[in-house]
């Protein structure tokens, strides 16, 4: 029975050999790819770290009652009080309630009261280039 596997064929052989390289070859170059799309992908990860006393907006995957294509899902804004190592962040609703998040459903709120400098405005009133 165990002579009957091995062929004594060299063509056989050669295509199984051909085979083997086709296979390494194909895994290579899947392993190549993965490597070239991680890099790519962390490129454009924006690490974002949160401070306490600073004010943030949450993530509400679950509002699903109103269902609508235009009603943000941020709700908010928050004051961040504690901040863990491990990806959590305790939150202050402003009536004084508290709950635990992780840090991924959170993004950082700029309201009024954090933008800071100026703002100049153009009036392209003469897009012609002719004067009234």
């Keep these: 029975m165990s002579g009957a ?70 709700s908010g804004p928050y004051t961040v009080t504690v901040v863990t190592k491990f990806g959590s962040v305790e939150l202050e609703h402003p009536d004084g309630r508290r709950f635990k998040v992780n840090r991924h459903h959170v993004k950082h709120y700029y309201g009024a009261d954090d933008y800071v400098g100026n703002v100049e405005v153009f009036y392209f009133d003469h897009l012609d280039g002719k004067e009234n």
């Design 5 to 74: 596997l091995i062929s004594k064929d060299p063509f056989r052989l050669v295509k199984l050999d051909e085979l083997e390289e086709f296979r390494l070859n194909a895994y290579d170059s899947a392993r190549i790819y993965q490597e070239k799309t991680k890099r790519w992908n962390d490129k454009r990860i924006i690490p974002r770290e949160f401070h306490v006393g600073k004010m943030v907006l949450l993530f509400n995957a679950r509002l699903r009652l109103f269902p609508r294509k235009l009603k943000s899902r941020w």
